[in-house]
Antibody, heavy 119, light 110 residues
């Protein structure tokens, strides 16, 4: 059974940093691209970032480019999102999501981690 | 990276059919058969319902179907049931090596 479990969410001040983790199990982690998708309170889904299975290629939404860094440790089956220079509009539930294949759909999602940016 | 366009809300009675549209551009929906649809109940993570325009993952009812014409994709739910009441989101891969979601559609089963 595929499982994704996010951790690391919490309250952070504007301008601060936070690192999210997503532990994966039930599939060969290194074979699949992994994503972060976020959802602000009461709002829709927003794709944030993707990293290919080998970790060499990463892509970002314009809203987070230059501030967020996605990475992975295939030996630990873990996905990360380093978030710097956080702003109030980064407040959201952050989901990690597995991609079926490159250009594919998000077939498995974690339960989400809440990040609140507030003073 | 503008969001795909979905109606804010749709409604239907039990047993009826509804269709949710999702309009993009020639840089996303129009250029790839990588359209997917997600169902989200309040407080829950999204769930994949349709991938690659019209394919259903294992375990998804055949009451859910997808299609695409040009820059617009559609999700049809037939034989509406109370449990179908949820938010629905479309998504597409784009030619910027990114993905984009629609704004979401709230389905109400009357």
């Amino acid at each position: 059974e595929v499982q994704l479990l996010e951790s690391g969410g919490g309250l952070v001040q504007p301008g601060g940093s936070l690192r999210l983790s997503c532990g994966a199990s039930g599939f060969t982690f290194s074979n699949y691209a992994m994503n972060w998708v976020r959802q602000a309170p009461g709002k829709g889904l927003e794709w944030v970032s993707v990293i290919r299975g080998g970790g060499s290629y990463t892509y970002y939404a314009d809203s987070v480019k230059g501030r967020f860094t996605i990475s992975r440790d295939n030996a630990k089956d873990t996905l990360y999102l380093q978030m710097n220079s956080l702003r109030a509009d980064d407040t959201a539930i952050y989901y990690c999501a597995k991609t079926t294949q490159w250009r594919g759909a998000f077939d498995y999602w974690g339960q989400g981690a809440l990040v609140t940016v507030s003073s | 990276q503008s969001a795909l366009t979905q109606p804010a809300s749709v409604s239907g009675s039990p047993g009826q059919s509804i269709t949710i549209s999702c309009t993009g551009t020639s840089s996303d929906i129009g250029d790839y058969n990588s359209v997917s649809w997600y169902q989200q109940h309040p407080g829950k993570a999204p769930k994949l319902m349709i991938y690659d325009v019209r394919n259903r993952p294992s375990g998804i009812s055949n009451r859910f179907s997808g299609s695409k014409s040009g820059n617009t994709a559609s999700l049809t739910i037939s034989g509406l049931q109370a449990e179908d009441e949820a938010d629905y989101y479309c998504s597409s891969y784009t030619n910027f090596n990114t993905w984009v979601f629609g704004g979401g559609t709230k389905l109400t089963v009357l």
